[in-house]
């Protein structure tokens, strides 16, 4: 369930920045989509048997992603980096520094050298994020630091706040639903793969809407 409203509402954004960017509300909407989806990266991290695969997963379709990206968004092949690129480096960032380890700054600068979408703010926000998994109170404060520029500056960006309701409430344990054991592996199964097929897929899609009949 979490997955399908991060995906939701990132395919409204998207819509709405590539075929109507003239409707704020497309946009507003989609404000909620980013924090969802770095929570459910951390979760992945936290849960997956093998964390090299699972980033080497994210570098394969951030790769696949980037021509159907910059298609899709109008800009220059390496003018920007697409989101899953956000999402490795920050999720490397944080797992590095669990650790102990000072090389977790590296993924951070190359988030903000190589231009990678959100870039600074957006490994910032993993930051958040993953202090909220771990004391709610002190990683919802943080969130709101991190955002508060928008708020003052009535920047739609600011809603993205919103989502953090959501992620508080599946951990406290809302939106879980219990499976029989063999329905619940091929449930993670298919699941597994949905958001990293469907990212360069559905801009693919918006991109040839636009091309050809708008």
Request: positive net charge; glycine residues 6%.
């Amino acid at each position: 369930m979490l997955k399908g409203i991060a995906i939701g509402t990132m395919t409204v954004d998207h819509v709405g920045a590539i075929l109507f960017p003239d409707i704020a509300f497309l946009r507003m909407i989609g404000r909620l989509a980013f924090p969802i989806f770095l929570y459910l990266m951390l979760l992945g991290i936290e849960s997956t048997r093998n964390t090299k695969s699972y980033f080497m997963r994210l570098l394969i379709f951030a790769l696949i992603s980037q021509t159907p990206y910059f298609l899709a968004f109008a800009i220059k092949p390496y003018e920007q980096l697409n989101i899953f690129f956000t999402l490795l480096f920050g999720g490397l960032s944080v797992y590095l520094f669990h650790k102990g380890n000072l090389l977790g700054l590296l993924p951070v600068l190359a988030a903000v050298f190589l231009n990678a979408e959100a870039g600074l703010y957006g490994i910032v926000f993993v930051a958040c994020i993953s202090l909220l998994k771990k004391n709610t109170a002190l990683g919802v404060l943080a969130s709101f630091l991190l955002n508060s520029p928008f708020l003052f500056e009535w920047d739609i960006q600011a809603l993205s706040l919103l989502s953090l309701i959501v992620i508080v409430l599946h951990k406290q344990g809302c939106f879980r639903i219990e499976r029989e054991t063999a329905e619940r592996a091929a449930y993670f199964t298919w699941m597994k793969y949905a958001f990293y097929v469907y990212y360069p897929l559905h801009l693919t899609f918006l991109y040839s809407v636009k091309l050809y009949l708008l």
